[in-house]
């Protein structure tokens, strides 16, 4: 169709090879590897198809409730600028605009002369009259897209060509319903494979009727392999687990088969990467069962939790090197609460000082008892001092209950909570008096 030709039939440039046409839209939208690129494709092909200057398709997003403009085709593009702006502005709801009554009835809308439109409008602005109509592409009864077709001349309505136009929409629409499927499918995967990564976790699951396992391209990555690279037999997760582990990872999952309850697993092992690299891995899933009760599969996540693991074995080792000091008498650790006034000493520092106190409940009375009377101010100033921020350190001198004199030196750090208010203070004291002169003050 031409602009500012005689009166023609829009539709009459169908062919009457049906399956053969079909077959050739339907190729055109499997032809781009991303549907973004196919959808211009599509509508050219449409348009030309039915000899209409301009074709469209307005996508309907569900979420949203909306149908928003997809793609575009112009046999004269620059003429018709200011309506591909106008469109692509645009979004419509159910039963708004041309394209949104279309979705609204499911049968194909044709524009009426006097519709007041402000994207038709921009048609009519140049030849002073535009025609329209829209063909929903259904899908399982459910439309999925809108395909506007507009020319800047007269038609009339071929009813014929109309239904052979709404039969092809519907193979279309299975068809383009099917792509939007697996494109949300798609960035819904790379979208939890990014959470996935970030958060050093992978997902997997165990078939065990194929017994084959699957493995997300983030727990890949985890394991030191390459996208795609996991065989998939558990033969080659075993290879993958530490040797020393290895038997008792097989043996937790295969309890699993012999329970008869809710099935879950939770384990931690070693693993490692091709490169040598020893790390340690967190199982959690659960067992699924098939229709008649039997297990199915086992699905769950996978976590990288060397840094926490390794975390805690620091902490192990320095606070057995901390119990063996305290028990050979050399170090003691305490901690005061600011606001109950109340402290708590180890039993080594309780055995420095020799005086009989609550080792759960010291009290400022029991610290100035047990002081030197000459370091009692020195020691008073550094509490204050440590209760407004600064780090808690000073030597002095305490007094038993025997006389003996001996010297402490102590370290400690505030206690915060989490406005940042400090709370109290806890830290360690050393018995020093082998290294100290046991006369003077500190």
């Known amino acids: 169709m031409r602009a500012g030709g ?39 092909s449409i348009g030309v198809a039915f000899g209409w200057e301009i074709a469209s398709i307005w996508l309907v997003d569900r979420r949203a409730a909306l149908l928003r403009f997809g793609a575009m085709w112009a046999e004269e593009p620059e003429e018709v600028k200011e309506f591909e702006r106008a469109s ?16 609204r009835s499911r049968v194909p809308i044709w524009a009426q002369p006097n519709e007041e439109d402000p994207r038709l409008d921009s048609l009519r602005s140049l030849s002073g009259q535009a025609t329209a109509s829209a063909i929903p592409l259904v899908a399982d009864d459910r439309v999925v897209a809108v395909v506007e077709l507009a020319s800047r001349t007269p038609s009339e309505i071929d009813h014929e060509a109309e239904r052979r136009l709404l039969a092809t929409g519907a193979e279309v629409g299975t068809a383009l319903d099917r792509r939007m499927t697996e494109e ?8 939890l494979e990014v959470a996935l990564a970030a958060g050093r976790m992978g997902v997997w699951d165990w078939d065990l009727e194929s017994n084959r396992l699957r493995w997300s391209a983030s727990l890949e990555g985890m394991m030191g392999l390459a996208p795609g690279a996991f065989g998939g037999a558990v033969e080659d997760y075993l290879e993958l687990v530490h040797a020393d582990d290895r038997d008792w990872v097989l043996e937790s999952y295969l309890a699993q088969f012999e329970h008869q309850g809710d099935q879950h697993i939770h384990l931690e092992h070693r693993f490692v990467r091709p490169d040598g690299e020893v790390r340690w891995l967190q199982i959690r899933g659960r067992a699924l069962r098939g229709p008649s009760g039997e297990l199915a599969t086992m699905t769950g996540v996978a976590l990288d939790v060397t840094e926490r693991v390794e975390r805690e074995q620091r902490t192990r080792v320095q606070r057995a090197q901390l119990d063996l000091a305290m028990e050979v008498g050399a170090l003691g650790a305490w901690e005061f609460d600011r606001y109950r006034q109340l402290g708590r000493w180890s039993d080594s520092i309780v055995d420095m000082v020799g005086h009989e106190v609550d080792p759960e409940a010291i ?13 009692r101010g020195t020691v008073d100033v550094m509490i204050q001092a440590a209760f407004e921020g600064a780090d808690y350190h000073a030597r002095y001198r305490i007094v038993r209950p025997d006389g ?3 010297w402490l030196e102590s370290w400690g750090q505030p206690l915060h909570d989490v406005g940042g208010e400090i709370l109290g203070m806890a830290g360690i004291t050393i018995d020093i008096t082998p290294l100290h002169p046991q006369e003077g003050s500190g």
């Open 6 to 44: 005689a009166k023609v039939n829009c539709m009459h440039a169908w062919r009457k090879d049906q399956p053969a046409a079909v077959d050739a839209l339907l190729s055109v939208l499997d032809s781009e590897p991303a549907l973004q690129d196919a959808l211009p494709r599509l509508v050219e």
């Open 88 to 103: 692509r502005a645009c979004a419509y709801l159910e039963g708004e605009g041309l394209p949104g009554r279309a979705w």
């Open 184 to 191: 949300a499918a798609g960035a819904e995967r790379a979208r």
């Open 363 to 375: 009290t400022i009375d029991d610290i100035t008892a047990a002081l030197h009377p000459d370091d």
């Open 404 to 406: 003996e004199v001996r």
